[in-house]
């Protein structure tokens, strides 16, 4: 029986923790454009946004504010699936940055959806709610 190849991202590499030399130039070109497109949460700008939620209906409302409390919560899975099982299996440098930098955005992104709730959603409970979505909305729940 012909033994299966190992996949080269979860060889074993002695070099993993240094950078250089780049062994896969596709994967660090990834990784470096992902790096040029960072942004925070605090370059966004939600002065207007509030005014524009007020004037949608309830049922747009309630859309977007279930569209933004599921992201927050599937932004924590993602980072969680990215942090215990990528970070540690894949042994190549760069990917593992890319994997790293992705963590990053992701932190980001949860942060700027749990924003968006905090400045929408003035009903404590409400908010509590939605910020625990993925145990308290049918469609979050784990099947």
Request: net charge negative; proline share 5%.
């Amino acid at each position: 029986m012909p033994s299966i190849p190992e996949e080269p991202l979860l060889a074993l590499n002695p070099d993993r923790f240094c950078m250089f030399p780049i062994q896969y130039p596709q994967i660090w070109e990834m990784y470096k454009k992902a790096e040029a497109s960072f942004w925070t949460a605090e370059e966004v700008d939600l002065s207007q946004d509030l005014r524009h939620w007020e004037n949608l209906t309830s049922d747009e409302k309630h859309f977007i504010k279930h569209v933004l409390a599921f992201f927050a919560a599937s932004d924590g899975i993602v980072l969680e699936n990215l942090a215990g099982r990528f970070m540690k299996e894949v042994q190549v440098s760069e990917a593992r940055a890319f994997y790293g930098f992705q963590i990053a955005i992701e932190n980001i992104h949860s942060e700027m959806y749990s924003l968006l709730l905090e400045s929408y959603i003035k009903d404590s409970a409400e908010k509590n709610m939605l910020f625990r979505a993925i145990e308290t909305v049918p469609c979050g729940e784990e099947g």
